[in-house]
């Protein structure tokens, strides 16, 4: 693949040297924001906006010069609230900004608002939030995915080329898979937490979404490395990831996890992922059967981990210290009981009892250490595989396309099985990413890599190979009411 | 009675149960939530009793953890802690966006001004200074 003239990069680079006026991407995403925020089915894919964004004199310099960016709520920006797409948080501004967003900053980018999200994280669909649910722009009626579905949305409709989105597990990947976009979750470890709002610690990573493979490689890049602020950040150099997407794929040994093609997948996610398979079998990729034989204890696994964290530290939310406090109390412990009943959505609810219950005398052993144990199982199934000389797994990145809104908010564990191909990267920590790989019946179908450790640069080789022979999905058409703002 | 080591199947949380996890967890449920809550706690748990089957692996050293001399915290020959940071990054202490004062929603001779908790002894409500 070759640098595309309207990639990030270049565009950056004509602002660098004076051929594209600083504000003018910026123009155009409010542009686009205005047709689709204000058509008949609003995408409501921001909580924030800043419509003076990147309006500042002077000239701009970095990789992202200019670039109009996105944000998920979950993420401390000084000048924007950062809510989580909570009423708890309803108005809240951080103190500072998280290291993520301010070295997009310092890379030029312009950060144009906050985009909407499942509360907290927790959700598959961006319906779990306080600001009302966000559409896919695929079709109205369906769900962007979640809970990065704000992030996503905005970039599928070309509001922005390039967003940043959390993944605790699949919440990049799987809203890039359903509004036909790319989106990576690093190695934990790759990108700084500081100043993203604590959901799952063992698990959350901050995560890039792009039109295209090279445009989150090049913001994944501008936020990756050590942070003295992040203890879990790791010091280790972050490789050339958009030179990564040029290598192409001969000689790569692409395992198939045969766990991952069960009889039951959907007909037409399991066509375009043979598709997508024998595109980088043509480029001259090696495909290989493999197992991960774990797999089935992910779900179980991951919604007793994710949770039982949630629910320490979700506990810091009490009317007291920050966040929506109760008016009506009569006592301390009837303020925090109200508090948190008022300010939370019922998902958080549900997994903060979930959690509770699994961490409380007499389920610990056997909810929260089977399900460490389990994770672990997991792991060392991904750890055989890349030692037997496999470089980057291939799978569906979900089982089917984006469902219907409302189709499973009243169905909790139907909703879990959303994840059930990415939650496994993130138990591990690997690396992993998604990629369009084909339209089913007009909605867009992701195919998932993963790669050992450290290995983005290889997750963005075999990327950048599916998208040079398979092509783009996008863009959606654009509604054709809406106005300017 | 000792606690059990796997998940049981067909286990079901009764409402007395979720109001006894409700209360640790600082929440308070709605009439007919409780029961709902333990009807979808109840299903969600079924699937977790394959847990019960794994078989833990010898022990080893953690993999995919990030290696204690991987991690960012400052170093004896960097104190400061910003000698590899990405360039450009502020050294700790991280400094805040905008003075205390313009955080607090009240501030008065270099103190914030919160309310009184309820059932704190002499509080009507008022805010007061700590």
Redesign the interface.
């Known amino acids: 693949m070759r640098e595309n003239s309207n990639g990030v990069a270049a565009r950056a680079a004509e602002v660098r040297n004076g051929q594209l006026a600083p504000d003018s991407m910026v123009a155009e995403a409010l542009e686009a924001l205005g047709a689709w925020e204000f058509g008949a089915s609003p995408l409501n894919a921001f909580i924030a906006l800043d419509q003076r964004a990147g309006r500042e004199r002077g000239p701009r310099d970095g990789a992202l010069a200019g670039i109009p960016v996105a944000v998920k709520d979950n993420l401390a920006t000084?000048d924007f609230p950062t809510t989580c797409g909570s009423r708890i948080l309803q108005g809240f501004?951080?103190?500072?900004?998280a290291?993520a967003v301010?070295?997009l900053r310092?890379a030029g980018a312009v950060v144009l608002g906050k985009t909407n999200m499942d509360e907290f994280g927790m959700g598959s669909s961006t319906e779990n939030s306080a600001f009302g649910p966000t559409r896919n722009p695929w079709h109205p009626e369906r769900v962007p995915g979640g809970s990065s579905g704000g992030s996503a949305a905005a970039v599928a409709a070309g509001i922005v080329p390039v967003a940043v989105g959390s993944d605790t597990g699949g919440s990049v990947r799987q809203p890039a898979s359903f509004c036909g976009v790319v989106g990576i979750k690093p190695t934990?470890?790759r990108v700084s937490r500081y100043g993203l709002v604590a959901f799952a610690s063992s698990l959350d990573q901050v995560g890039a979404l792009g039109r295209t493979v090279r445009d989150a490689a090049a913001l994944l890049e501008v936020v990756s490395?050590?942070?003295?602020?992040?203890?879990?950040?790791?010091?280790?150099p972050v490789p050339p990831l958009a030179a990564a997407c040029d290598r192409g794929v001969r000689g790569l040994v692409v395992g198939v996890p045969r766990e991952y093609f069960p009889p039951r997948l959907d007909p037409v996610v399991r066509r375009l992922a043979e598709r997508a398979l024998s595109a980088l079998e043509a480029a001259g990729a090696e495909v290989r059967d493999v197992s991960l034989p774990?797999t089935?204890?992910a779900?179980?696994?991951y919604?007793?981990i994710a949770p039982a964290e949630a629910?320490s530290n979700l506990?810091r939310y009490?009317g007291?210290r920050f966040g929506r406090?109760c008016g009506e109390?009569?006592?301390?412990?009837?303020?925090?009981?109200?508090s948190?009943?008022e300010g939370?959505g019922t998902e958080v609810?549900?997994r903060?009892?979930?959690g509770?219950?699994a961490l409380?005398?007499?389920?610990?052993?056997?909810?929260y250490?089977?399900?460490q144990?389990?994770r672990?199982?997991i792991?060392?199934d991904?750890?055989r595989v890349f030692r037997d000389g496999v470089d980057v797994l291939f799978t569906p990145t979900s089982p089917t396309p984006a469902f219907r809104l409302g189709e499973r908010i009243h169905d909790?564990?139907q909703m879990?099985l959303s994840d059930i191909f990415t939650v496994p990267a993130n138990l591990?920590?690997?690396p992993a990413l998604s990629v369009p790989i084909g339209l089913a019946e007009g909605l867009p179908v992701g195919g998932q890599l993963m790669a050992a450790?450290w290995r983005e640069d290889t997750l963005l080789t075999a990327a950048a190979a599916i998208e040079a022979e398979l092509g783009t999905v996008g863009p959606p058409p654009v509604p054709a009411a809406g106005r300017a703002i | 009675?000792s606690?059990?080591?796997?998940?049981?199947p067909g286990v079901t949380?009764s409402i007395r149960?979720?109001h006894r996890?409700?209360a640790?967890?600082?929440?308070?449920?709605?009439p007919g939530?409780a029961e709902r809550?333990a009807r979808?706690?109840s299903?969600?748990?079924e699937?977790?009793a394959?847990?019960?089957?794994?078989?833990?692996?010898e022990p080893s050293p953690?993999?995919?953890?990030?290696r204690i001399e991987?991690?960012?915290?400052?170093r004896s020959e960097d104190p400061g802690?910003?000698g590899?940071?990405?360039e450009?990054?502020?050294?700790?202490p991280?400094?805040?966006?905008?003075p205390l004062s313009h955080?607090a929603p009240d501030w008065r001779d270099g103190f914030f001004v919160v309310?009184r908790?309820?059932?704190?002894a002499g509080s009507s409500g008022e805010r007061d200074s700590p």
Do not use: C, Q
């Open positions: 000084a501004r951080s103190p500072y900004e290291t301010r070295r310092r934990y470890g490395g050590r942070d003295p602020r992040d203890a879990t950040s790791v010091n280790r774990h089935r204890y779900i179980p696994a919604y007793i629910s506990a009490d007291v406090r109390a009569d006592s301390t412990e009837r303020l925090y009981e109200l948190r009943s939370f609810k549900r903060i009892l979930l509770t219950y409380s005398a007499g389920y610990y052993d056997a909810y250490g089977r399900a144990e389990a672990a199982v792991a060392h991904f750890e909790p564990y879990y591990a920590g690997v450790h | 009675m606690e059990p080591r796997v998940p049981e949380v149960e979720i996890i409700a640790l967890a600082r929440l308070r449920l709605e939530e809550m979808d706690m299903s969600i748990l699937h977790m394959v847990l019960g089957e794994v078989t833990a692996l953690a993999s995919g953890v990030p991987d991690a960012a915290w400052p802690g910003t590899s940071a990405a450009g990054d502020e050294t700790m991280d400094p805040l966006e905008r955080m309310p908790l309820p059932g704190v």
